[in-house]
């Protein structure tokens, strides 16, 4: 029976005596809290991390546990140097918070949080250049990542040389950069980065060139010619409008008109009176009676005239050439 006592009091004597040096390990910081540390705590969805956990005491044989939440992910045992746990970030609950553990016999201690925070990536913006032509060439240059976790960082280069300090935009909008110069050379190139908090993570955007505007700056030229080319246009196409619309009054007013489809008829008829005493008539001629058929415009009603031509009887001449001469009457009617 004493020796059961003798043994737990024992027991009770080793397990007091290692609090005492655990506390007293702990106050003079032989055994503090380790520390849980990463390269990076800025990931993606996808990427491969690690975590580093480590302590200051390197003479101990020191025994690691890392957790999530609550949740044990591994354990690795390490004298002098710090272990090493490798994770993948898949999905928003892998980033954290993760604590480590470092156990020593009956002593033991916990590192403070550590968190990842997940960021979206940015998309390759778009770059877009508007120019205003006055007295100078007014240039703005518009860049924009349509994806990307804000905020994002934007910068503007001509040629590969930085052209502007860094644009930092916490809503998805264009940043915008102005230029101011006299005149702009064929072929000049400019372009735009977007980056946020993902390190070496940056996406450019394609080169974008101005066309030139040097000499008589062409785009005022075209800004104020362009109506006077249009009214030019406009007058031309009712002129000639108006030559046609007179083309045609013209020829209505040349056209007959119709009068319905009675046709006017004319006919011509003699009556041949023959001499009283007897004489001969002429050869050929017979007797006929001489009508004149006529419409009258307003009436639409034909009018027929009569006349009665008076033939003479002529003595032929004789000529020194053996022809024989013809007289000619005027007929009236």
């Known amino acids: 029976m004493w020796k059961k006592s003798f043994f737990v009091f024992l027991f009770s004597l080793l397990t007091l005596k290692a609090e005492l040096d655990c506390e007293t390990m702990k106050k003079t910081n032989k055994f503090n809290s380790p520390s849980l540390y990463s390269k990076t705590n800025i990931v993606m969805k996808g990427q491969n991390v ?71 990536p940015v998309t390759t913006p778009v770059l877009n250049i508007v120019v205003q032509t006055q007295t100078n060439l007014y240039i703005t240059l518009r860049c924009i990542s349509f994806n990307g976790s804000l905020p994002i960082n934007y910068t503007f280069f001509k040629k590969g040389i930085t052209l502007s300090p860094v644009i930092s935009k916490h809503v998805r909008e264009p940043a915008e950069f102005n230029l101011t110069k006299s005149n702009t050379r064929e072929g000049e190139e400019y372009s735009c980065e977007a980056k946020n908090s993902l390190p070496d993570y940056a996406r450019h955007s394609h080169p974008a060139t101005m066309p030139s505007t040097s000499g008589d700056s062409c785009p005022l030229c075209l800004q104020l010619l362009l109506p006077l080319l249009m009214l030019i246009v406009i007058l031309l196409l009712a002129f000639w409008i ?39 008539s002429v050869p050929g001629l017979e007797p006929r009676q001489c009508v004149s058929t006529a419409q009258d415009e307003t009436e639409h009603s034909p009018e027929i005239h009569y006349a009665t031509p008076m033939f003479l009887e002529v003595t032929p001449e004789a000529h020194n050439d053996d022809k024989t001469g013809c007289v000619y009457a005027e007929l009236s009617l």
């Open 50 to 120: 690690s975590l580093s956990c480590s302590h200051q005491n390197k003479s101990l044989q020191i025994t690691y546990y890392l957790f999530r939440y609550t949740k044990h992910m591994g354990t690795q045992a390490s004298k002098g140097k710090p272990v090493i746990f490798n994770l993948s970030i898949s999905e928003a609950r892998d980033s954290g918070p993760y604590k480590c553990k470092a156990e020593v016999s009956n002593c033991s201690a916990y590192s403070l949080e550590f968190n990842f925070t997940i960021v979206d």
């Open 242 to 280: 108006r030559q046609k619309y007179k083309a045609r009054k013209a020829m209505r007013n040349k056209a007959p008109r119709d009068y319905g489809n009675t046709p006017t008829e004319v006919g011509i008829y003699a009556n041949v009176h023959e001499n009283q005493a007897d004489k001969e």
